[in-house]
């Protein structure tokens, strides 16, 4: 009975913090995180490759002032493109981005073909969180959310939906003890994950989370 009563008290503040998480985005103005580099330099090969990326997937990335790029994870379990942290904050962000030009027109071919199912591309964004949602927690709460029509247009996207992750103690996230996925698409263009990670899940956490949409979002 004690077990139970604990988990439903987990569950009740994970649920409230989702809350918080989802009101500060709508609500605090990007201008509290770090202003983005005007005249972002390339300063290294991963950050080459991830500017491709984005332009190929309809996104424009600036790198911002007070960041520091980080190791993006890349093993069996995870595969990242970007990551980049603020130093002493304990606030870092891992990116995924897919360009989903080359798919609709496979859809567009296939769709009216009863011999062949064939995915949406609009939709992919769904899977993509829910995945990484799913493997970050592992046995742990999570919590789903749609992204409201206000950040939606912050980053420039047609849908969205974020996941509030409290995370397992392991080596790969770093011993990071929260997670926030946001999964979001733009249609018929592409699909961007952003996960930010911390230790605590205080209001400069959520002033940072809100300001991501100042350096990456959907053309």
């Not at 990335?61 to 904050?89: C, K, Q, T, V, W």
């Not at 891992?94 to 939709?123: A, G």
């Not at 592992?138 to 992750?165: C, M």
């Amino acid at each position: 009975m004690t077990s139970i009563v604990k988990q439903i008290k987990q569950l009740l503040l994970t649920t409230a913090l989702l809350q918080v998480a989802v009101v500060a985005m709508a609500q605090v103005k990007p201008k509290s995180a770090p202003v983005p580099s005007t005249n972002p330099k390339i300063t290294s090969r991963q950050l080459a490759d991830f500017y491709h990326l984005t332009a190929d997937a309809g996104i424009q990335f600036l790198f911002p002032a007070g960041f520091r790029e980080s190791r993006a994870l890349n093993n069996e379990d995870f595969s990242f493109d970007y990551a980049m942290e603020i130093p002493g904050h304990e606030f870092e962000i891992w990116f995924q981005v897919k360009s989903q030009k080359k798919n609709w027109q496979t859809y567009i071919l296939s769709k009216n073909d009863p011999t062949k199912r064939t995915e949406n591309p609009d939709s992919i964004y769904r899977g993509m969180g829910l995945v990484l949602a799913k493997t970050l927690a592992e046995d742990t709460t999570y919590l789903v959310r749609n992204i409201s029509q206000d950040v939606l247009k912050r980053y420039n996207a047609n849908a969205g939906k974020s996941y509030l992750l409290t995370l397992p103690d392991q080596h790969a996230t770093k011993g990071y003890k929260y997670a926030l996925v946001i999964a979001l698409e733009k249609n018929q263009t592409g699909t961007l994950v952003v996960i930010c990670f911390t230790n605590e899940k205080n209001p400069e956490f959520f002033k940072n989370v809100t300001g991501v949409s100042k350096y990456i979002k959907f053309k």
